[in-house]
């Protein structure tokens, strides 16, 4: 070994994963006799290599074939470190949209919405990692992965056993630093614009200015606007509140299941589900309500009004005689669409007799002897059955329109100044034009008849 020692030194990188054998000045291949792989093993025991010895350059080194030094003669095993924790989505957070042929260039991004009780995101636990080896044979300890830390915010559970969060509540997905939250609010601190485009949201959605024309806010929730609306659409699954109001052009379009409150209309397309509360006036607008319509301070001037229940207003019409409809009882457009039935079915029904009729006169002849005849008979008895489908449709579908006629006994009109001239109120099928003007009275039906009375109070 006292010929190695004179050949060859190792040096140890600072890590010790890896080992060097140097020659020193006094190596020379023709004074190392008979070289011994023992010896060698030994002599790098000795300088602490223990672990991850390179064969081949050991071979090379032995048969004197390595001319150039240093020559790496072991090398260590890294650890391998765990890979932290991940999030793994359960819904698409991506806010593009897709553009597709029938894309509305307003449709600027989409809003991440999640249902009640739905899967946000999934804790994927970080990897333990593999420790590694150095030269010397000592273990070199693996780092492992960090964990994610998320916490639960508003309107979101933990649930450990799955390492997943839920929604507590439907709303917009958002997560901040640690924290997940679901926001059933999305809010809008400015006039609506092309920065945020149309609107579809889940919950309710606050747009603190204007909504100008062509613009389209859908909610599942309630819409609140502080300010007013053009010619835009307004879809809410439950009440709409305008602060201002609305300037429609007779364009677009305000819906919504529950109320709409609103400060004035004009030129509007409205329906409501419920009731509608409108501060000052309603002018040339088409207003569908399932129940009850509040003007208490101001006037209902052209148009028409729909209304299962009651309207309530200062004015109804005005001087110049402007034609004002007032309908209830049933709503205007399910009435437009009964007459429309009532229609169809008639002409069916003609139809159907001189089917039935040709039928007979069919049945008459001799078939048995005339296949035209027989092809005949055949095609007449698909068209009576595919009339009769039609029938019992329509039938169906009266059927369900007559269950939404509302108690024509209780519906009334208020009226707490003047109901001028020109204005049409109709209970159904009855219908009274107002001939001259009258202050301060009541209209309703009774004993199928339109009686406008005094208010006593």
Not at 251 to 260: F, H, L, Q, W, Y
């Amino acid at each position: 070994m006292g010929q190695l020692e004179e050949m060859f030194r190792v040096v140890l990188s600072s890590d010790r994963m890896s080992a060097e054998l140097h020659c020193t000045d006094d190596y020379d291949p023709l004074r190392w006799e008979n070289p011994d792989r023992e010896e060698m093993l030994a002599f790098l025991r000795k300088n602490q290599v223990e672990y991850g010895l390179d064969e081949n350059i050991l071979r090379e080194v032995l048969n004197k074939g390595t001319t150039s030094f240093p020559v790496t003669i072991a090398s260590g095993t890294p650890p391998v470190h765990g890979q932290d924790g991940k999030i793994a989505y359960e819904l698409d957070m991506s806010t593009e949209i897709k553009r597709t042929s029938d894309w509305n260039f307003r449709d600027v991004m989409r809003i991440p919405t999640v249902e009640k009780g739905q899967k946000l995101v999934t804790i994927i636990p970080p990897a333990p990692g593999k420790d590694g080896k150095d030269v010397c044979g000592n273990v070199v300890q693996a780092k492992p992965g960090k964990p994610i830390k998320l916490i639960a915010g508003k309107n979101v559970e933990y649930k450990e056993n799955e390492s997943a969060f839920y929604a507590t509540e439907a709303g917009q997905l958002s997560i901040v630093g640690k924290y997940v939250h679901v926001y059933p609010v999305f809010e809008v601190r400015e006039t609506l614009s092309m920065k945020s485009g149309n609107l579809d949201f889940i919950g309710t959605i606050v747009i603190r200015g204007d909504v100008p024309s062509g613009f389209m806010v859908k909610a599942g929730g309630d819409i609140k606007i502080y300010g007013m609306v053009e010619a835009a659409e307004i879809i809410s699954g439950g009440s709409v509140y305008i602060s201002e109001g609305i300037s429609g052009q007779m364009k677009g379009k305000v819906e919504a299941k529950e109320n709409i409150t609103i400060g004035y209309i004009n030129q509007g397309n409205v329906q409501a589900g419920n009731n509608l509360y409108v501060e000052n006036s309603i002018f040339h607008s088409k207003c569908i309500v399932k129940n009850e319509v509040y003007c208490q301070r101001g006037s209902i001037i052209g148009g028409f009004i729909s209304a299962g229940k009651s309207v309530e207003a200062k004015d109804i019409g005005n001087r110049l005689s402007t034609k004002t409809e007032i309908v209830f009882g049933v709503h205007k457009l399910n009435f437009e669409k009964e007459q429309m039935l009532i229609g169809k079915k008639k002409e069916l029904l003609e139809t159907l007799r001189k089917l039935e009729l040709l039928g007979k006169k069919l049945r008459e002849q001799d078939l048995a002897n005339n296949p035209k005849l027989r092809i005949s008979l055949l095609r007449q008895r698909n068209a009576s059955e595919k009339t009769k489908k039609q029938l019992a449709k329509i039938d169906e579908t009266l059927t369900q329109l007559h269950s939404q006629i509302g108690d024509f006994q209780t519906a009334n009109l208020t009226v707490r100044n003047n109901l001028y001239q020109n204005v049409t109120v109709s209970f159904g099928k009855y219908k009274r034009t107002i001939e001259k003007d009258f202050h301060f009275v009541r209209v309703f039906l009774q004993d199928n008849e339109i009686v406008i009375e005094p208010l006593y109070n």
